[in-house]
């Protein structure tokens, strides 16, 4: 059972505009939320975090909110470059190692 | 300081066929994962370890065994490979189980 979601399997935005990606969960003891950053042939890279003590965290260009009563996280880039096209996966985790993760959103970002 | 790493980078098998994928970490990281990726169902755990000398399973465990040789290295053996298990497999570690994993570049494994 997918206990992480992201439904939008690609985002197409053009440079220097906001780049958005959603992700919902079920789980209610899920507690720490991650993004990751993917390129081809590489592993995922740590993105951001946001514990469910807090509505949003931001570093640089990306901010990550979260809305507990909705059991919904989202990402947003901005503004997004050329070189943020990756494939995004969030992830989730309560009180054990059984860390899950959504199936991943393809961003592409247009020149 | 490499991070982690992983080998072998490819591998084809036969099914029925064994292997071990090698996995090792030089942050003094005390926890190690095993994880699967499959098109469409994002990275599922197979195995964790939480510090040396301990391993526990996580979502997806059937046909797999790990070894925590050490603080820096953890493996994982198919013992009979199976096409179900083709996939890319990624190792991570962390500082302490519930802190952020970094990843491995992965091995990508076609079971024929």
């Known amino acids: 059972d997918q206990q992480v979601k992201q439904n939008s399997p690609s985002l197409s935005v053009q440079e220097g505009r906001i780049s958005i990606l959603n992700c919902d969960y079920t789980?209610?003891?899920?507690?720490?939320f991650l993004w990751y950053k993917k390129y081809p042939a590489e592993g995922p890279t740590f993105l951001i975090s946001?514990?469910?003590?807090?509505d949003k965290n931001e570093d640089g260009r990306f901010t990550v909110f979260l809305n507990k009563s909705a059991k919904h996280l989202s990402l947003h880039i901005v503004p997004s470059q050329p070189g943020d096209s990756a494939v995004y996966f969030c992830?989730?985790?309560?009180?054990?190692?059984?860390?899950?993760f959504g199936a991943g959103t393809r961003l592409t970002v247009k020149p | 300081n490499a991070g982690v790493t992983q080998t072998p980078k490819f591998q084809v098998l036969k099914t029925g066929q064994s292997m071990t994928l090698q996995c090792a970490q030089d942050?003094?990281?005390?926890?190690m994962y095993w994880y699967r990726q499959d098109p469409g169902m994002g990275l599922r755990l197979i195995y964790y370890?939480?510090?040396?000398?301990?391993?526990d399973k996580g979502e997806v465990p059937n046909g797999y065994n790990v070894s925590r040789l050490n603080k820096r290295e953890f493996s994982l053996r198919l013992e009979s490979a199976a096409p179900s298990q083709t996939s890319v497999y990624f190792c991570a570690s962390s500082f302490v189980d519930r802190e952020v994993p970094y990843f491995g570049p992965g091995t990508r494994l076609t079971v024929l």
């Open positions: 992830a989730a985790s309560g009180n054990n190692n059984d860390m899950r």
């Open positions: 942050m003094n990281h005390n926890s």
């Open positions: 946001i514990s469910s003590i807090k």
């Open positions: 789980n209610s003891m899920f507690d720490y």
């Open positions: 370890s939480a510090s040396e000398g301990t391993t």
